[in-house]
């Protein structure tokens, strides 16, 4: 027989009393002890300095560890930071995805070198699958307030532009007319697709210049930081609410293919390496070389290191400098 309520909540009662005293006993109880991890702060803005002529780009962020509470995905913690299910997975290369260990403590990504670019306006590097957004009037050697997201990109078959562009126009609740090389594709096949949550192309629209293609939202936001659009770039709906209101026609961009980039803090050298995820690179150690050579940098790093940071592609920003040799005579 089932005891009657208030019997069963004496009894979960003295339990409780019971655990609390035995805590008690091994020191102070405190208020946030049984509370679960807080998830990890979304980081999507920062101060950054524009680059002088011959200057490397800095870093913006920090890097974040995460508890993984139970039933959690690492797709959960890249929806609760703000970054893309690759930035998450691709920086934590051992941790299954889907079913990761509880308590297992993962990496945020949440820092990032600054692609290299005319920095201004918005910024998208394709292989790390984020944009970067700048003051139009950004000069050389500025400290700006910077804005950084997650983006989804166009699939291999379907790749997004590369090049600089302008925004053209923008629009609230577009409706959206299917393109006839998607609409072939479609399961259930309509040429036009009205605003509402069955539209991909969420609440906002931001043209390019490009052609058809368009920064917008979703109706999906599992599909960010990923290869999923026809060419498109995707935002969280959260964050195109945030950069909708901020463009106006004629803004400048630009779109770059950067999956190694090279930066400075602190006079030591990082690099940060990402999956060539279009394949457009034949030999991608020769090309990181190249790029190592072209920052100047290259008598400043730890090749062994340099070299692993390379072939691990975790897209987060690695201290490559050479450590000082300890048998080297200092100088006054």
């Known amino acids: ?45 920062a101060l950054a300095r524009v680059p002088a002529s011959g200057e490397l780009p800095g870093l913006v ?5 995460h508890t993984v509470k139970t039933g959690e995905t690492l797709l959960d913690v890249a929806r609760d930071a703000g970054l893309g299910f690759h930035e998450v997975r691709d920086a934590n290369p051992t941790i299954d995805e889907w079913l990761p260990p509880e308590g297992a403590e993962v990496v945020v990504p949440s820092r990032w070198i600054l692609p ?20 139009t009037d950004a000069r050389p050697g500025d400290l700006v307030p910077l804005r950084t997201w997650a983006v989804g990109i166009g699939t291999e078959d379907a790749p997004s532009p590369i090049g600089p562009f302008t925004i053209r126009s923008k629009d609230a609740n577009p409706t959206w007319i299917v393109p006839d090389d998607i609409y072939k594709t479609m399961d259930n096949p309509q040429r036009v697709v009205p605003p ?29 930081g990923r290869l999923t659009t026809h060419g498109c770039i995707r935002l969280y709906p959260e964050d195109l609410e945030v950069l909708y209101p901020k ?13 190694v980039k090279i930066g400075v803090r602190d006079d030591r050298v990082y690099v940060e390496v990402h999956a060539d995820v279009y394949g457009r690179i034949r030999d991608f150690d020769g090309y990181a070389r190249a790029e190592l050579k072209k920052a100047g940098v290259a008598e400043r790093i730890d090749a062994d290191r340099f070299r692993a940071a390379v072939k691990a592609k975790r897209g987060i920003p690695v201290d490559v400098t050479k450590r000082p040799d300890p048998d080297e005579p200092k100088h006054s």
């Open 1 to 45: 027989m089932r005891r009657p309520c208030s019997e069963r909540s004496r009894g979960a009662g003295l339990v409780l009393s019971a655990a609390l005293v035995l805590l008690s006993a091994c020191g102070p109880i405190r208020l946030g002890m049984f509370r679960r991890p807080a998830p990890p702060e979304k980081i999507t803005t």
């Open 61 to 65: 962020g920090r890097v974040q560890y």
């Open 116 to 135: 290299r670019s005319r920095y201004r306006g918005l910024v998208v590097n394709i292989p790390e699958m984020r944009m970067y957004v700048f003051p």
């Open 196 to 224: 509402g949550p069955d539209n991909p192309m969420g609440a906002y629209r931001i043209r390019l210049s490009h052609g058809a293609y368009a920064i917008h939202g979703t109706n999906d936001p599992w599909s960010i």
């Open 247 to 259: 463009v106006e026609a004629g803004m400048p961009g630009e779109i770059v293919y950067e999956p």
